[in-house]
């Protein structure tokens, strides 16, 4: 970690953030860019990892004021190597100096592992491996992921300040890795986008989830052996297949395949109830966006989610297949039920704005950069 300057927080801040097209860290980035330029920020989106599709560009360019730039650099869960990695880092370092950033905002922590940034970073806590394998398999890190987890470790040590979108995913992150203190907590935020026209064949009344499929923390494998018992059938929308070849069968369920964010905003308006039963989640922007709709939730009882959704959802041990079909079976037959739990999970929601979110990311990065009591008086 740099010692801090003493200049004032800059008028003007010019920002450079890294995203990835991946998963919930794209649309994460997009919502948190566009709420920071709506306060002045410029804000530079260097996207590494996969290169992003025609919708994900679009929807970049369509944010008044974003500079959108495809690095084509590796990120540390898909880089073959720990000196790729640091490559990548050295790389963004110099983009950073070369756009004139006065702070890095970095949404893969890795990234900061080789040091070479000369404005604070701030670093993005919004998963790990070592979080995941803990949550999902357990016992002893393999050797492929071990090296990964070091340089997150590395970067967490070399990072300003660290965030966290819950305070469950900040407490596991200080814990696993060690630090004084846990990461600052700054709940995610969603922008509710309107419905488009839903996906043809859509059943009356469905079951909704949604997400990363193939990744093992999400368990969707779950539903699909409980489906045959359930009074309604499961509709699932997002990928089967990973970056890295990892894949799923869910034969038993009704996949939709990848979705904009309008034919998202029309299942999830459209679903009779939404159910993660996820093993791992550091927050769930899926969720959000399903209370948002007013859809009753029906999540895993885990500690990121009890603290995000508190009463507003009903909950059930990840690995409790029959607690699932229950508590489908309860609320599918029930519609005064559905309407209430689905009216308290839309009131939670209004608490997890982009608004919000910018907000408490901007007032971290004032920390950062504003002088400090103890350097003025050594100066």
Avoid at 86 to 108: F, I, K, M, P, T
Avoid at 319 to 330: H, K, L, Q
């Amino acid at each position: 970690m740099r010692a801090l300057g003493s200049s004032a927080v800059p008028s003007s801040l010019r920002l450079l953030m890294t995203a990835d097209a991946v998963g919930g860290v794209w649309t994460y980035a997009l919502d948190l860019a566009r709420g920071l330029i709506d306060e002045g920020v410029s804000v530079v989106l260097a996207v590494l990892g996969p290169a992003p599709g025609a919708r994900q560009r679009a929807a970049a360019a369509a944010i008044p004021g974003l500079r959108f730039i495809e690095t084509g650099l590796a990120l540390e869960w898909t880089a073959e190597d720990a000196a790729t990695v640091l490559q990548a880092g050295h790389r963004l370092a110099a983009l950073a100096r070369a756009e004139g950033a006065d702070l890095v905002h970095l949404n893969s922590p890795a990234l900061a592992a080789g040091g070479g940034f000369t404005m604070p970073v701030v670093a993005a806590c919004h998963s790990c491996v070592a979080s995941w394998w803990e949550a999902v398999r357990g016992g002893p890190l393999p050797a492929d992921l071990a090296w990964r987890s070091a340089l997150v470790a590395e970067g967490y040590r070399a990072a300003d300040r660290l965030l966290a979108p819950s305070a469950a995913f900040a407490a596991t992150t200080a814990r696993l890795y060690g630090l004084a203190a846990p990461p600052r907590v700054v709940h995610n935020g969603r922008t509710r986008l309107p419905a488009a026209q839903p996906p043809a064949a859509l059943p009356e009344s469905f079951v909704f989830a949604a997400g990363r499929l193939w990744d093992e923390g999400k368990n969707v494998g779950l539903l699909d052996g409980i489906a045959a018992r359930l009074p309604l059938p499961v509709v699932t929308a997002g990928p089967l297949a990973g970056p890295q070849g990892g894949a799923i069968a869910l034969p038993s369920l009704h996949n939709l395949g990848s979705l904009d964010s309008g034919q998202m905003a029309a299942c999830f308006e459209a679903a009779s109830l939404f159910i993660s039963p996820a093993r791992y989640e550091p927050f769930g922007l899926a969720v959000l966006e399903a209370a948002q709709a007013g859809c009753p939730l029906v999540l895993s009882d885990i500690a990121s989610f009890r603290e995000i959704w508190g009463d507003a959802a009903d909950y059930v041990h990840p690995e409790d297949g029959d607690g699932f079909v229950a508590a489908i079976e309860r609320l599918s037959g029930d519609a005064a039920l559905r309407h209430r739990r689905g009216a308290a999970a839309a009131a939670r929601a209004r608490r997890y704005t982009p608004e919000a979110m910018a907000r408490g990311t901007r007032e971290l990065y004032h920390a950062v950069l504003a002088p400090q009591p103890c350097q003025e008086a050594q100066a």
